[in-house]
């Protein structure tokens, strides 16, 4: 990291990686209402990374091929959120989503336009619930399916000519009664980050701002830290 | 009337509540909203279940506000070990992850169910229901 790179400091990262966790969470609960079948999440990760290594991060772990459906956000700070998939999964949400009678060449069919719905969905109440807890609006792009290597995937093109070095979100989920799982990834670029940091700190002070101003704390009121085993 | 209630009206044993989340920004908002509405309540925090387990034993836990989302065990599984440690301890699952075989789940364990972000209107159900309960003579 460079020396003008606004770090996060524990707690504007901890409210991040909370606003991503209930992000995530909500765009779970969307998937599992369009698949009819539960959804299971990861404890998001976040963590500073040059594009390439993003990348190896997706591609160490996965062998096959990866479709992905993507929207670049833009506001007040901008960003890439993805979808990803390994190929062997997409197909199956294709069929999880439009419903079991169809067919393997439907599915095959109606691929394309299924998964960049999906996507479409789960990014947007990710992004939307994110946006409205940090009070800002953002634009998403539309929905659009990428096939490929995870460096294929990560590699968008900077016009700004910066390190590369992006602020890497991702979470894992799977559905367990079906072949499916993939990721949720957001990329966010670094010169985003004075600005999405600037927000995040608004954040944690309208939750937390007006702790001196509450209620008398009297003795016993004390908040005890239980100590770790 | 029971001793512990006795002891609730004057303030010699007060009702304990532990906030486990890993967020440390999630448990100051639990907290606070907490002590706005029950102000005389000691709040206890942990940040994982090893920890809640562990304050369970060393302490005496009233009531148990769990994340669900958590690293090592979630806050399901943890509701489970506390529920056979404390079979009448008021529970509540918070998320929003508002599925609902995660819903059907807390409620299998005699856990509510509170939505994150975690508000004072969200929480005020809940606690004032744990309240009631925490005073039912005979406990």
Known sequence: MTADTPALDDLERDALTELVNIGVSRAAAALRKMIGEPVVLSVPAIEMLDRAAAASLIGEREADHLVAVKQDFTGAFSGRAMLIFPQGSSLDLVRAVAGAGMSAEDAAELEEEALAETGNVILNRCIGTMANMLHRSLALSLPEVMRGDGAHLLSFESNTGDTGLVLFLYINFFVRSRNIRGYIALLLDLQSLAALKMLVREFIDSVIGDEEGGAPRAGPDDVLEAEAP | ?139
Request: proline share 5%; aromatic share 4%; hydrophobic share 50%.
């Open chain 2, 1 to 139: 009337m029971s001793t512990r209630f006795r002891a609730h009206c004057e303030g010699l044993m007060p009702v304990t509540i532990l906030l486990v989340d890993d967020s440390k920004l999630a448990r100051i908002v639990a907290a606070k909203a907490v002590a706005t509405l029950q102000p005389d309540w000691v709040r206890m925090e942990a940040s994982n279940a090893a920890e809640a387990i562990e304050a369970t034993q060393t302490h005496k836990v009233d009531i148990a506000l769990l994340d669900y989302n958590m690293p090592g065990r979630d806050g399901l599984a943890l509701a489970a070990d506390l529920r056979a440690s404390h079979p009448h301890m008021p529970m509540a699952i918070i998320t929003a992850n508002v599925q609902d075989e995660v819903i059907a789940q807390a409620r299998a364990l005699n856990a509510a169910f509170v939505s994150k972000p975690v508000t004072q209107e969200g929480l005020r159900g809940f606690l004032s229901g744990a309240a009631l309960r925490l005073r039912v003579p005979g406990r």
